[in-house]
């Protein structure tokens, strides 16, 4: 395990300011923090160096690129090591594979996929077993209807004050991209920091058109928000994902459940979903107690909804790139209004 860095509180203040939004300059940030703008780029180049901070990332909504998000869950058997890190290194080679994570509880591997079809998800399922059914002993497959991307207030507070976060759905609502778009949702979904003059030379494009197309993309939805990918070992924090089996009581008691689970700082992502359970959330917490306190506040809160938790702790992230793609693809059609 590596050393755990110390956040300082200005840190903090910056870590959060830039989960708001990773792609807000420097002045912005600034202004927000009350730094300096030199001070505020010298600590976030230093939160890079330090590993702290391990990519600053675009979110999509990807329903409106006729794309739907797949969970797979696999429990391994007779894997060794070096199979196991076979799997990951070539899950995260994979054009479709957004997220590659190491967990542990009863999963030991988890996957997140984008694809167009249910039928494109099964492919993707059968080149994995054909290379490796004989360590595979059990698989789970979940269905993002909604997801909610929470900012870490954690940071700054132990309640959050906003309590709604940012929205992408599965409802099919596609829009149209041009190659231009498409190539420049990838760069930022690479780099959400990435400079507009970057990102126009890269595309081969003017710098208005790069400003131009992203503002289109984020007044669509396309674009749902700009966030962080952190390292929690570095930080000394510990990263959970709970799966929630409901009762469906009463759509009334399912938004009081949820808006309570918005309001903890520590829950940073929420989803809505199908699969053998109805909730997945992201949990960043200090320690195992205050995991353990999350649990049996909601247990204690809403014992109408909360059948059961399976927890899973997330040990190691090796991707994280919600627009995996070939940037030499030339164009993607859709039905609907074209962003130009």
């Known amino acids: 395990m590596d050393k755990a860095v110390k956040i300082e509180k200005r840190d903090r203040r910056l870590l959060y300011e830039l989960d708001r939004n990773a792609r807000a300059s420097y002045v912005e940030i600034a202004k927000r923090t009350g730094m300096s703008v030199d001070v505020v780029r010298y600590r976030t180049m230093r939160l890079q160096e330090l590993g702290v901070i391990k990519v600053f990332t675009m979110i999509p909504n990807t329903a409106k690129l ?13 894997a060794r090591e070096a199979d196991v890190q076979q799997m990951i290194s070539y899950l995260s080679k994979h054009e479709a594979v957004c997220w590659v994570a190491r967990t542990y509880g009863r999963f030991d591997l988890g996957v997140t996929v984008k694809v167009r079809e249910i ?173 353990q306190s999350l649990l049996m506040d909601l247990n204690r809160e809403f014992p109408d909804i909360v059948r059961h938790i399976d927890g899973l702790m997330i040990n190691k992230i090796h991707k994280y790139n919600l627009f995996p793609t070939h940037r030499s693809r030339k164009d993607i059609f859709l039905p609907s209004g074209a962003l130009g």
């Open 66 to 78: 006729g794309f739907a998000f797949y969970k797979i869950f696999l429990k391994l058997h007779n």
């Open 119 to 291: 039928f494109d998800m099964g492919k993707l399922l059968d080149s994995i077993l054909f290379r490796y059914s004989s360590f595979v002993r059990d698989r789970v497959f979940e269905v993002n209807l909604v997801g909610e991307y929470l900012t870490r207030d954690y940071f700054i507070r132990n309640t959050r004050r906003k309590p709604r976060g940012s929205i992408a759905t599965a409802e099919h609502k596609p829009v149209q991209l041009d190659a231009v778009s498409f190539q420049i949702l990838a760069l930022l979904a690479e780099d959400s920091r990435a400079a507009a003059s970057d990102i126009a030379r890269k595309v081969d494009v003017s710098v208005d058109t790069v400003l131009h197309r992203i503002r289109a993309m984020e007044r669509s939805g396309v674009i749902v928000r700009y966030n962080l990918v952190l390292n929690h070992e570095i930080m000394g924090r510990l990263f959970y994902k709970i799966m929630v089996h409901a009762n469906y009581v009463s759509q009334e008691r399912e938004t009081e459940f949820l808006d309570y689970c918005r309001r903890k700082a520590n829950i940073v992502f929420a989803i809505k979903c199908l699969a053998e359970w109805d909730y997945e959330f992201d949990i960043e917490v200090a320690d195992f107690e205050e995991y």
